[in-house]
């Protein structure tokens, strides 16, 4: 079944304990990409990624990193945790092939930071 | 992108068909329109795109107006299940755009009542 997943699907954690989100597609997808989900904000972009060791910055950025060392996996990484990224995130993914842009979501985490 | 206009929230009775309009009034010649749908909390689902040919797909039908300046997604015959939030999308080809990034508004909060 193509499908994005996500781990942890919930994480409460303390500010300043880096933590790492995975995100894996199994649809040969180039294209992944990260969101954060706040109420009243939307979904907004926080990373993106054309293809490995290609990444770049989107929207809200600041105090996350991520990866893309193999096709696949595109994991979030916050180094230093606060409580302003307490939020629902996403991870997508989309191939680059076909015209459409249909994105594939993941199933989401949710994050608490305290 | 376009902006979009949706209303807030919308009941329909199960079986019947559910017709949710999306305002967009300064669309472009090369952008598109897209739906998704999120269900409480899971990630957004991709439902189905237009240009400016009426669209139909196994999960809904899309109707474009002429003048490319509303659309209205229509879900057939309803059900329970089809209680979610649903975003009207507006932009350009995704070739255009290498953030490939999606812009969620609010969206209309359907509601499917028994």
């Known amino acids: 079944e193509a499908q994005v997943t996500q781990n942890p699907r919930y994480l409460i954690t303390v500010t300043g304990k880096k933590l790492t989100v995975t995100c894996s597609q199994n649809m040969n997808h180039e294209y992944m990409s990260w969101y954060r989900q706040d109420p009243g904000l939307g979904l907004r972009q926080i990373y993106y990624s054309m293809n490995v060791e290609v990444t770049d910055k989107g929207d809200v950025p600041e105090g996350y990193k991520v990866s893309r060392k193999e096709k696949r996996n595109f994991p979030l990484i916050l180094e230093s945790p606060s409580p302003n990224q307490t939020s629902l995130y996403f991870c997508a993914s989309r191939g680059l092939a076909g015209a459409v842009d249909t994105q594939y979501f993941g199933p989401g985490t949710r994050l608490t930071v305290l | 992108d376009a902006k979009t206009t949706q209303p807030t929230s919308m009941d329909c009775a199960e079986g019947r068909a559910a017709n949710l309009p999306c305002n967009h009034s300064?669309?472009?010649?090369?952008?598109?329109v897209y739906w998704y749908r999120q269900i409480h909390s899971q990630g957004p689902q991709y439902i189905i795109h237009?240009?400016?040919n009426n669209e139909t797909n196994e999960m809904a039908s899309l109707i474009i107006t002429e003048d490319r300046k509303s659309s209205t997604l229509i879900l057939p015959h309803a059900t329970l299940r089809d209680t979610a939030v649903y975003y009207c999308i507006v932009r350009v080809h995704p070739w255009m755009d290498s953030s490939y990034k999606l812009i969620f508004g609010s969206g209309t909060r359907l509601l499917v009542r028994p």
């Open positions: 237009g240009l400016k």
């Open positions: 300064t669309i472009s010649g090369n952008e598109y």
